[in-house]
């Protein structure tokens, strides 16, 4: 069953004279038992400050959910909202909470000011129209000019402008005129595509020469231009989604030109803020065409495909192909051609793509005659439901966003046009969290000597939650994993709480979340945790360190140690750092094989963060272990971490061969591994027999060889294999074979005199395999040679089948055969016969 991830980042914070220490925590993992990812240098087995190799689950599970379960909210009625009008929002007024703007044909601009919940206060903030009818095609919000408020970009039959803003979302808005002319409906995107600062805008639509053309008005200002690919059709709507389809960085976009009975879906790829085609496809038919448009990662591959529906032409009942369609991304090196995903009817046109329902797979929101949602229930399996039964087909946009983005809110919501009559909110509802919940730390090594005295909640805490603290503390890891848990004193967030134990050098929290009232995810409450240390007094505070050693094959093994360190002035220090079997010191591991260690290790080191890296396979070259402690000195303060160090070779045993193996059989090759980090990492097996040599590419503990028939007694097998590491272990063995033994032959019956030719006469000879194997007639091979009188001779060679030559089996079996040579055409000639060669059914070969 297919569970909800929810993507949980915990920050531990210790505090020494005042000032902090941050460690990761970034070995959670979800009730799910997956694993969140984060990053190391190159190391999969890389934990900073777990001493231990167990994980404790995260019990944060949703569930319950209801499909129906939405509120719609409307934002502004009015007779004059136009059917393909795009709105936007974005937070104007600074207070956290997500205000819309919306444009009114022959009104002007609206800001929705959010106050709170579903409470807003629509105002006017400008009566900018355009001439004629004064239809407005879309608005589109964000900073546009770099001062740091949001401003307005609007769009219109007839022209296009922009407000700027004023830091307040109803009052202070200066409005101007862009462009005067002929314009199109666009649902666009507002992003900072050049990465200069400046909000562009990716979408809106101008008349060029009869011809609809999308484009980007890049800031500052929107004052530059440029024109994206032409539509090649008549086009009444464009839609424009940016995404990166070949995760090369860059931000490229996906167009969808809308005008019955054509539409086209094209990609532009970005490379170096140009903008050239990659994909086209245009769908042409009677009865319908493709509208609403998505991006997301649909098959879970890595990489972003394109999604859209396809509508029914309005008036037409039949043929019914709509639904929702995909374009599969393969690789970022090309897009397959338009599958179906899901029939429906009534929710093609103005549609986005997010999971909404938090279940890991992408769903689907959209409308036309109604709003609807098209859930994945799991892997390629859908429903649709009806949300929300909007009047005369007249939705036409819709797109995501994450409302409620407060503290104890995951969801993504949906915001939507009913032409000619509202701007609409959906809150998504659907989720119900459980009531209880947990997070145990791994296990913390601190100082040496410190004490534990303080930790508590810190930032995020919602109206209904409950929280309580539990620790437990040990001077060995054992003590500490079997020691009682402990409740300390909790009253509210930012709350100091005294431990009154001495926790040496060992310690774990846990941390349980009770709701009393609401729904919210409790997930969201997890932010920061702040602890206090009582230790010596001392200048010198090391912040973090951390250590991972490379898995790249470079035939060495390099281990980068990173620390952190401030202190009361910036003068050098020493640093000197060693590893530790265990906290005893029982085996020290000295770092004398250093690479990049000037101002970064040693002497004269100032504060700041540094790395250096250590050959670990010159100085240790047989160390493997997951508790390695990496003991940090900086003048006299010290700290440690512990973590995977592995320079020791996989240790592999081919298991023995019991038996002799023939030519053609199949031998099976089987050995043991015993390494610490080997998950299934890939080696190969190089075979040398009579000269020859097989190399195998070996995926298990087993692989499989055919014995070639030769002359050969034996074969070597040299296995190879390599852990996580990139460490390679290598063991030899000898395979047993029973080699090939050549087969006799002699002539029984040959003419003693001379002959004519006729189709009686008969060559005759016998052949006998040794060692009892059937004899290949097929593979028995003769030449003859044939002198005439005139003494020009002719050679010519003969096998089965030919009507020269035929085989009789002995009646013990095949072992032994006799060969009848007959039918020689010539007269007065001298004829030799010679036996070439010969298989057996092995393969084995007598010349």
Known sequence: MRTAVVFIIFILIVSINAQTLSFKQTDWYLGSGRLISYYTFDSRYFRAESLNTENHNVVFQARSVTFTDWDTVTLLSSGAIESHSKFHYDDFDGDGDIDFAMGVGGKGIYVAQNFGDTTFDTTRICSFTFSDSGRFCAVYCGDFDGDGDEDIFFSGYNGCGVCWGSGHATSGWSCETLFVGRMFASDGEVADIDDDGYDDVIGPAFLIVSNPRPSILWGPDLDDTTYLASSSINMSTVRAR????????DLDIALLFVRYPNSKVTILENEADSFTSFFNYTYMSLYHYMDGLGVADYDEDGYIDVIVGVERLLGYTVPNLGGFYWFRNDSGSSFNSLSLIHYVDDYTDGADVADYDLNG????????????????????????????????????????LDFESNCGNVTCDFYYTVGRNYYRLLKNDMITFPTYGYLESSILAFHRGKKLRSFYWYDCVPDGFE???????GYTVDECTTATWTQVPYSGADLDTIVDSHCDLYFQYRIEFYRTTGDDNLSAVVDSVIMVLQHDTGSTVIDSVWFSEETDCD??????????????DDLGHTVTGVFMSDSADTYELELRTLIDTTGEYGDSVTPGQHCFQWVLSTDAPGVEDSDWIFRLTIDSTETMVTGVLDSWPPRIVIDSFVSSYLAQDTVEITFDIEDMFYSGDSGFAIISYCGRVDTIDVYDTIFSWVVPPDTCDSALVVVSMRDSFCNWGTDTAVIPITPCEPDSAWFICAPCNSFASCDTQWFITQIADAQGNDIDTMRVYFTLRVRHTTGFPITFHIHEPTAMLRFECAPSGCDTVTAYIFYFPYDGDSITVTLDSL???RGCVTK
């Open 467 to 473: 929280i309580r603290y539990y620790v437990r503390c």
């Open 361 to 400: 797979y992408v769903d689907i929101m959209g409308g036309w005659a109604d709003v609807g949602y098209v859930a994945q229930t799991s892997s390629g399996t859908f429903t649709d439901v009806e949300i929300v039964d909007e009047p005369g087909n007249q939705v036409h946009f819709g797109r995501t």
């Open 242 to 249: 940016i995404f990166d389809f070949d995760n090369d960085t």
């Open 839 to 841: 298989y057996d059914s």
């Open 555 to 568: 035939s060495v093994n390099i281990v980068e140690i990173c620390y952190s360190f401030h202190t009361c």
